[in-house]
Each structure stands twice: as structure tokens, then as C-alpha cells.
């Protein structure tokens, strides 16, 4: 059965900071990978896509990269603010749609 | 710009009724994507449908169907209706169908209460 990990389950980051959210996944057959950001009851928000063919995907303040050999990851966010503070998903497309269970982070001002 | 619409947002039903859930697929989308999201939980994906037809099966019950219809919506039919089924539903929709490296775009989701 295909996994995916997201590490850390919770960051709490004083604003400004920058970080790095991790996602890693076991299907070798991944197409895309697809990071979403998730407010409390709320939908979900796709930030950015980054094709098995590519490395990188950046828009403003994120930036999102994919090692499909190793099977990661990782969303970097910089000059973190409050209104970052959400739920960060990472959704690997491949053999089958699967979902992490997700970074929650909190960015105090 | 239009996104992905879904009714009811809330719905309470009790034990052994049944529910239906429509999902609007962002216009020229045709592919539609059901997803079951528990308190706490990752999203669970329950099924899929491309050009009107089942494209892939995750964990939905059998208790579940669902269908998309000549419009490209959608609407997840659930009978039997147990307390463990409370969850927030998720439908997202993308053009093409999977593979197709396209973006998954997701609806505000439907609050699904069993009491």
C-alpha cells in the first residue's frame, strides 16, 4: 500500500522565520505532487504542482521541490507571517491519489 | 473566477437515512474526485469520474454511490447512514483525466453530520 508522511505534524514559528515543511512517499510512479493549504472547517487551497518531471515550483513567498529518487518533498515558506498559519497538505498523484496527513502550522506575531 | 461549487455546505441527518451531496465541477472540468475527510483526519479518497464514467475506486462503502451526470456534476448518493459517516466531503475537479498532470481544484466541502 502506497504512503505518504508529512513531517513535522505541528510547527509553532515566530514570524519572519523561514521553514520547511517535509512530505515523503513510497510510490515510485508518482506524476505529480500537489501541496494544498487547509484553514480550520474550511476547503482546501491548492499552492503549487510540481510535475515528476520537474524540480522546482516557486509562487511569492513559496517555493516547492520534488526529488522523485528519493521520494520527497518539501514546501519552503519564507518570511513566514500569521496568516500562513493553516494546515499544509501534500496530495503525491501517482498509482493511486493519496493525501498526507499534514503539517499544522502556527506563526505568532 | 468559477471554482468548484458544493450543496448542501451542511447537512444533519440521523442513523439509517440517507443523503445525497452535489458537486459542480469548475465549468470544462471533466473529471470529479470524492473525497471523505474525518475530524482530524487526512482526506480519504472514496472515487473518481472522467467523462461521465467511473475512472477509479478508493475506499467508499457500499453503501455509497455516486455518478456523473451529461453536465459533468456529480452527486454522491449514501444510504444507511451510520454515525461513523460524519465527515466533511470534499469534491475537487481538473481537466483530463488522472495522469493528465493537471491541478486538483476542490470545493468548500459538504459538513456531514450523523446523529
Known amino acids: 500500500k502506497q504512503e505518504v508522511t508529512q513531517i513535522p505534524a505541528a510547527l509553532s514559528v515566530p514570524e519572519g522565520e523561514n521553514l520547511v515543511l517535509n512530505c515523503s512517499f513510497t510510490?515510485?510512479?508518482?506524476?505529480?505532487l500537489q501541496w494544498f493549504r487547509q484553514d480550520p472547517g474550511k476547503g482546501l487551497t491548492s499552492l503549487l504542482l510540481?510535475?515528476?518531471?520537474?524540480r522546482e515550483q516557486t509562487s511569492g513567498r513559496l517555493n516547492a521541490s520534488l526529488d522523485k529518487s528519493s521520494g520527497r518533498s518539501t514546501l519552503y515558506i519564507a518570511a513566514s507571517q500569521p496568516g500562513d498559519s493553516a494546515t499544509y497538505l501534500c496530495?503525491?498523484?501517482?498509482?493511486?491519489?493519496?493525501f498526507g496527513k499534514g503539517t499544522t502550522l502556527s506563526v505568532s506575531s | 473566477a468559477a471554482g468548484v461549487i458544493q450543496s448542501p455546505r451542511h447537512l444533519i441527518k440521523e442513523k439509517r437515512e440517507t443523503a445525497t451531496l452535489k458537486c459542480y465541477p469548475i465549468?470544462?472540468?471533466?473529471?470529479v474526485y470524492w473525497y471523505q475527510q474525518g475530524p482530524g483526519q487526512d482526506p480519504q479518497f472514496l472515487i473518481s469520474?472522467?467523462?461521465?464514467?467511473?475512472?477509479d475506486k478508493g475506499s467508499i462503502p457500499d453503501r455509497f454511490s455516486a455518478q456523473q451526470f451529461s453536465d459533468y456534476h456529480s452527486e454522491l448518493n449514501m444510504s444507511s447512514l451510520e454515525l461513523g459517516d460524519s465527515a466533511l466531503y470534499f469534491c475537487?475537479?481538473?481537466?483530463?483525466?488522472?495522469?493528465?498532470?493537471?491541478?486538483?481544484?476542490f470545493g468548500s466541502g459538504t459538513q456531514l453530520s450523523v446523529l
Open positions: 510540481i510535475q515528476s518531471s520537474q
Open positions: 469520474f472522467y467523462e461521465k464514467m467511473q475512472s
Open positions: 465549468p470544462r472540468h471533466d473529471t
Open positions: 510510490d515510485s510512479a508518482i506524476y505529480n
Open positions: 475537487a475537479s481538473s481537466l483530463g483525466p488522472r495522469g493528465a498532470n493537471e491541478k486538483l481544484f
Open positions: 496530495l503525491a498523484a501517482g498509482t493511486a491519489l493519496i
